[in-house]
């Protein structure tokens, strides 16, 4: 039996600034066969159109980018500290050299729209709603902004509903 529960998103007592910005999340995402999962600490999460929501930045060159334009759902994936260094290893391998998961002995669960790894502790399925290319026309903050984009490589921003939450 799976360890974990569902749980609604009303019901998240984490700590958003803590939980994505200090502990990292790892995006994963599929297409067909191809499963591959890239750490992420910049996102958000709330609520957009009335639904409880996930905001996701991936910039154009990441192999999980390919996945994300493939299909309508991924998951956002949040781990203990002793992952630690499987999430460094995921946010500065590529998927495209080398296969992270199995690196990091994570493994895949497929049961749900979209994969995520039993050795996490909390688990949002999350369905695309909208998804935009940034830009440098739209930086209103050149000095915060800008530098982050010297190779013109804008993120993709995508507002997905979190479908299911998912809590061990
Ligand atoms: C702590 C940390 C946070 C990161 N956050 C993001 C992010 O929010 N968006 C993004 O596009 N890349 C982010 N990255 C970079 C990707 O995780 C990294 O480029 C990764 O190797 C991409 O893997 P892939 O090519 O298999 O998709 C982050 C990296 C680290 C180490």
């Known amino acids: 039996m799976s360890e974990f529960?569902?749980?609604?998103?009303?019901?998240?007592?984490?700590?958003?600034f803590e939980l994505i910005g200090k502990d990292w999340a790892l995006v994963t995402a599929k297409n067909g066969d191809s499963c591959n999962t890239m750490t992420a600490s910049w996102g958000g999460i709330g609520i957009m159109w009335n639904?409880?929501?996930?905001?996701?930045?991936?910039?154009?060159?990441?192999?999980?980018?390919g996945l994300m334009e493939s299909e309508d759902y991924y998951s956002l994936s949040f781990y203990d500290e002793k992952y630690r260094d499987a999430?460094?290893?995921c946010g500065t391998k590529s998927g495209r050299d080398t296969d992270k998961i199995a690196e990091c002995g994570f493994?895949?669960?497929?049961?749900?729209?979209?994969?995520?790894?039993?050795e996490a502790k909390l688990v949002l399925i999350c369905r695309k709603l909208?998804?935009?290319d940034m830009n440098a026309e739209s930086v209103k903050d050149k000095k915060t902004?800008?530098?982050?984009?010297g190779e013109d490589d804008y993120h993709k921003m995508y507002i997905s509903e979190i479908v299911?939450?998912?809590?061990k």
Do not use: C, D, H, M
């Not at 609604?8 to 984490?14: C, G, I, V």
């Not at 299911?164 to 809590?167: A, D, T």
């Open 107 to 118: 493994t895949p669960e497929y049961g749900e729209a979209a994969p995520y790894f039993k």
């Open 51 to 65: 639904k409880p929501a996930a905001f996701t930045f991936i910039r154009p060159q990441r192999f999980t980018f």
């Open 145 to 149: 902004v800008g530098g982050f984009y």
């Open 130 to 132: 909208y998804a935009q």
């Open 87 to 89: 999430l460094k290893l």
């Open 5 to 16: 529960r569902e749980i609604s998103p009303y019901e998240l007592a984490e700590n958003p």
């Open 164 to 167: 299911k939450v998912l809590k």
